[in-house]
């Protein structure tokens, strides 16, 4: 087990020093040269050789991509070329919004998905099925950002219920901020939602087949009991794994979501700092998030191992 | 003896595939929308007529009208062949590119195997949408960056779906049969192993036709598709938020045209994998 | 006074599209306390259908009609909430695959105790300890089998104990056990079959044994069945049923064990071994059943007559095997087995 996970660990940060690389080589090959977009075109050589050599820029690539990373481990991002603070604090600033927004989504979706995938797989073949899978395949096919607008239409413009944009941020309170994050937050949930109800139900339907279902009925549990206690903990297994994907699609959601909803978070952020230019903010930024996915792949894969003794615990034989 | 009928189960619906059908006809639709605006539309779909702007559905306009007058069916039938465009050359890309690499990763196996999956792996730690933003906020936008930005992400999905069907048919005994001929790895793969994946494929292909398209409609929807006067369902939902309050047909229309047309090729995508493989209809 | 189980004229049929299709058909079982019956037959021939039918868990569509009951109450109309009362606290069961018939992520002892704290409503501790018992019995010790262990430790032979640990839990009135060596090693099935027999006899069990081996009716149960194509063919007494062989299938069934091999091969003066024989044709499909008895097509005895009617299962009358029946129209006369069997093989290539 503790081999296993060493060498999970050692694969986990292998593929994020990788993921930094291919950024940074992507970011670095990009015609423009950041001290001129900076000082603009009229500049003079003089002024702008100063600039490169206080932004490192002088420096040969492997030593600024060093210098890059290194950063990373102690928590520094660089400093931003617009704003002229560390990426870090913008980061941060930024994911109070998205993360809670993607955290949210993730809550909603879930805890949509699964009964509905349950009850559907319990009512196989049947209307209440073929009812709920219907609207989980139009689900599938909605986009996200347009959801959005059919929810703002709905609940903010005819009823009036919530808010149809902006954040008023977390000091405003909670209740406001949650407010705010609903309406995206059902809008990333529900496509999700749709796609995760789908997986639950072929997954709860395959272990129904088991023999062990019949081996819990024939012990007397109703077939309810059986569903709910021998069914679903083992169909949920496979289910985490897609959450865990999920995850990489709700980060990447979220910075369509926050145009529609225009949310003060990382993928307005990212839309900004690429606006501007800021090639240092979209570099860091963009590593982060792929370094968040890869963090969140391996949890998963932990996850399933710590879910299926098959895995996590080895023959006594 | 008592004669009583115990019912253990209820009616159960017929196991045919309707998916496919239905998959078929909203597809078919979809394309002849597209090929039709080509040589018809009810009006000039870049005509600009600000007399009759965000006029409400009516029998003339049967989905309204835009800011700028321009009729919004006219406009959504040839923004059907952006996406077309888009998605057909972005899926072409990626199974251009990943096909090759996964029957490669197959049939030669250790390094270079390690290095495409390892490199699938990575590619995969990139949110997909996030990133072709990027590259076409960087690049510029545009049809051909769109698809650039699209395609690649579809590189990876088709060099792991090749390389998985691919490795189960080079342990067939025709494939050793042909190895024993005398055959090269690369005439194999052409004559066995590929043949042998174009289900799988066409199913995948069919789901990324469908995923390619939110895509494309997603980069059009903050600026990056394709430019104006192209008409493009994304750009129609950009402009139609400015308008929500007033206008919202505008914000309707456009996506669920999106929606219909993923919904069909999703159907389709089923329908076909129902259909060529009979061990998921057992499974359904 | 009843029976412990009795079952009348058991029909159970899946309504298909193309009209109903009867799996089973006119099948009647008595059963006291203590008894062991072993029913036998190809696959396909409805034994586990027989067994299904008895626990009330016959898949999706298919109805049963009859009377199946359990000390003079009819099981078929007993609702399901009853029923779940009765499965695993007076009928239980063993099942063939002991590789799949356990959850993989459940340890053995939860799945022990569950049916204890379903059925006798014992605390949880209490339960625990009640399985550790069931454990210690059926061969697997603490502390090397803990009852934490989960079901991927264990080796096949094992988790047939632990399965058997499960159906013996609440000390049922009826055990049915379906085919439960099969998928198990050869050195293993004997201890497994033993382990069954003692713990029948220690608790005063009732055993229906489902296999399609005859050896291990022969040695295991007082009386048997043979059912082919959803009827039962021949029942009587097992060594009734051994020493006379009325029915062409059952010779067929003998004649297709190694057993018989063994059996003839020792009286073959030639020395030469001889091959196995297997009964030509297949188990008719349940749509496409003959109208006549349902062997006739595969019978070496077969006449015009056995593909009028589907023949009824009738004593032989002979004199001492009062409870010997068939359903064959042109039954073998007892007389030498061993010999005829060699015959009928023959017959039958």
Known sequence: ????????????????????????????VLPGDPAAIILGTGARPDTLAALR?????????????????????????????????????????????????????????????????????????????????????????????????????????TLGWLPASGFPGWEAGLLAGLEALILPALALALPQAAILARVTRSSVIETLGEDFIRTARAKGLSGEAALWRHAVPNALIPVVTIMGLQFSFLLAGTIIIENVFTLPGLGRLVFQAIAQRDLITVQSLVTLLAISVIVVNFLVDLAYAALDPRLSRGGAR | MSGVVRKTGGRRLPAASPSLVVGLVITAIFVAMALVSLVWTPYEPTALNILNKLEAPSLAHPLGTDFFGRDVLSQIMAGAQVSIVVAVVAVLVGAGIGVPLGALAAARGGLVDDVVMRSTDLAFAFPALLTAVIITALAG???????????????????????????????????????????????????????NCTAVLVVQATIQFALAIVAEAGLSYVGLGVQPPQPSWGKMLFDAQTYIYTAPWLAIFPGLAITIAVLGLNLLGDGLRDALDPKVRRAR | MSRLLEIENLRVEIPALTGAAPILEGVDIGLDRGEKLGIVGESGCGKSMTALAIMGLLPG????????????????????????????????????????????????????????????????????????????????????????????????????????????????????????????????????LDLLEDLVAEMGMALVLITHDLGVVEETCERMMVMYAGRVVESGRTADVFAHMAHPYTRGLFAASPRSALLTSAREPSGRKRRLAAIPGQVPDPRARPPGCAFAPRCPRAQDDCRAAPPPLAPLGAPGRADHAAACLHPHPPSGMAGDVAASAEGAR
């Open chain 2, 141 to 195: 936008p545009g049809a051909v960056n769109a698809i650039v930005a699209i395609g690649i992400f579809n590189i990876p999905v088709f060099a792991r779906l090749t390389r998985g069907a691919a490795l189960g048919l080079w342990k067939r005994d025709f494939v050793l049969a042909a190895r024993c001929a005398g055959k090269s790895d690369l005439a194999i793969t052409i004559e066995h192993v590929l043949p």
């Open chain 3, 61 to 192: 569509a298919a109805r049963a009609t009859g009377a199946i009951r359990l000390d003079g109450r009819d099981l078929l109309a007993t609702s399901e909430r009853e029923m779940q009362g009765i499965r695993g606290r007076r009928i239980a069961m063993v099942f063939q695959e002991p590789m799949t018939a356990l959850n993989p992520v459940k340890t053995i002892g939860a799945q022990i105790a569950e049916s204890l704290i379903l059925h006798l409503r014992l605390p949880k501790a209490q339960a625990a300890e009640r399985a550790r018992a069931l454990l210690d019995r059926v061969g697997l010790p603490g502390p090397r089998f803990s009852l934490d262990l989960y079901p991927h430790q264990l080796s096949g032979g094992q988790r047939q104990r632990v399965v058997i640990a499960i159906a013996l839990a609440c000390g049922p009135d009826v055990l049915i056990a379906d085919e439960p060596t099969t998928a198990l090693d050869v050195t293993i099935q004997a201890q497994i």
């Open chain 1, 53 to 157: 050599a206080e932004m490192g820029l002088d420096q040969p690539v492997a030593w600024r991509y060093l210098e890059w990373i290194g950063g990373f481990l102690v928590g520094d991002l660089g400093t931003s070329y617009t704003y002229s603070v560390p990426v870090a604090d913008l980061v941060a600033q930024r994911a109070a919004v998205s993360l809670p927004l993607a955290v949210l989504a993730l809550v909603l979706s879930t805890l949509i998905a699964i009964p509905v995938g349950v009850y559907a797989a319990s009512r196989r073949g049947r209307a209440g099925d073929v009812a709920t899978m219907g609207v989980a395949q139009v689900g599938v096919a909605v986009p996200n950002f347009w959801l959005g607008l059919m929810l703002v239409i709905l609940f903010a413009l």
């Open chain 1, 1 to 28: 087990m503790s081999r296993y996970l060493l060498g999970r660990t050692i694969a986990l940060v292998l593929t994020a020093l990788a993921a930094s690389l291919v950024v940074f080589v992507a970011m670095a």
